[in-house]
């Protein structure tokens, strides 16, 4: 799999892993709003109205936010594990989290405030991020030059940070046990064994000189820790 990160260099539309991802995601959507508000006698979730709520919004923000960044942000080449990811794993990922935590009775309490928090700041660091990136990419004198500015300055993959984040308020929302960290903490692994190595492994090779300097004074993926 990190091999196929080096298809960053390679500039293609991928419509079929975009639309993919994005049907897969629409499906986990509505199959998890159907079962939470209508559903049949045998086949329903039921739970607080007002989590079943606001799990559905986190997914459907989620969505959007995948959306933005798959078709406006992304130019580079989709490998197919990304596609697999789109279009089964993540889907799959939020459909559990909303069956979990619409099947709660417990009403929205200050755990799931502080949830909700770190699910708005996760997706600030992720879309914001990824937004001041691509505006100054499109200025010529940009070209061929590694963007260090904006909230990369305080980790070279605060997107991902942002990810970790997002999830650890979306699994609090869904559930208030210990377990919920499973998601997050997976996450964040995989982020730190597979993904950063390849992607740093990459920008090396394409930046040299400029991507070392970066990296000699800028966490990897935590600001400030890691």
């Not at 708005?120 to 691509?134: D, I, K, M, N, Q």
Request: net charge neutral.
């Amino acid at each position: 799999m990190p091999g196929r990160l080096q298809f960053k260099g390679e500039y293609s539309r991928s419509l079929v892993a975009k639309f993919a991802t994005i049907v897969g995601l629409s499906i986990a959507i509505l199959a998890s709003g159907w079962l939470m508000f209508a559903g049949t006698d045998t086949v329903t979730i039921e739970g607080d109205v007002g989590r079943q709520v606001m799990l559905l919004a986190c997914s459907v923000v989620y969505a959007a936010r995948l959306s933005a960044t798959l078709f406006v942000f992304l130019r580079r080449r989709m490998a197919w594990w990304e596609g697999v990811l789109g279009a089964a794993l993540f889907p799959f990922l939020l459909f559990c989290l909303a069956y979990i935590g619409g099947s709660q009775d417990q009403p929205i309490d200050g755990i799931d405030a502080l949830g909700i928090a770190l699910y708005a700041v996760g997706s600030y660091l992720g879309t914001r991020s990824e937004l001041s990136r691509h505006v100054w990419k499109m200025g010529p004198e940009n070209q061929g030059h590694l963007y260090t500015q904006g909230l990369f300055k305080y980790s070279r993959h605060i997107n991902y940070f942002g990810d970790v984040v997002l999830f650890s308020g979306f699994a609090l929302i869904a559930t208030h046990d210990a377990w919920a960290l499973v998601v997050p903490l997976a996450m964040a692994l995989s982020f730190v064994l597979v993904i950063i190595p390849a992607h740093d492994a990459y920008l090396a090779d394409r930046y040299g000189e400029e991507f070392r300097e970066y990296a000699e004074r800028t966490k990897k993926l935590i600001p400030l820790v890691y």
